[in-house]
């Protein structure tokens, strides 16, 4: 059983940084892939970034890359969200996995309730 937990949002001004933490427990949880995944209003759950259970290499959406960075220590997740944009509001979810590298929801089996991020214009 892993739960995790979602802090660090808030409501912040467009080219403004933000960084969300998720801290992860149970036994599995350090040697986990984690990932975040975010969802606006009337869209679908999207991913946004994902770290190896290593720490060693780390996966982004196009949306986000060279903006937000994923980051890890034993058993926090970090997103550093940078260069905001009102398109980046939404619920920001953290979830563990089994596989490195997956883009995929369905391959993630736990999940936070997730933190809002909100950015005015």
């Known amino acids: 059983q892993v739960h995790l937990e979602e802090s660090g949002g808030g409501l912040v001004q467009t080219g403004t940084s933000l960084t969300l933490s998720c801290t992860a427990s149970?036994?599995?949880?350090?040697?986990?892939?984690m990932a975040w995944f975010r969802q606006a209003p009337g869209k679908e759950r999207e991913f946004v970034a994902a770290v190896s259970a290593s720490g060693g290499s780390q996966l982004y959406s196009d949306s986000v890359k060279g903006r937000f960075t994923i980051s890890r220590d034993a058993n926090t997740v970090y997103l550093q969200l940078s260069s905001l944009n009102p398109e980046d509001t939404a619920l920001y979810y953290c979830?563990?996995?089994?596989?490195?590298?997956?883009?995929?929801?369905?391959?993630?089996?736990?999940w936070g309730q997730g933190t809002q991020v909100t950015v005015s214009s």
């Open positions: 979830a563990r996995g089994d596989l490195d590298g997956s883009r995929w929801y369905g391959e993630y089996d736990y």
């Open positions: 149970g036994e599995s949880a350090s040697r986990s892939a």
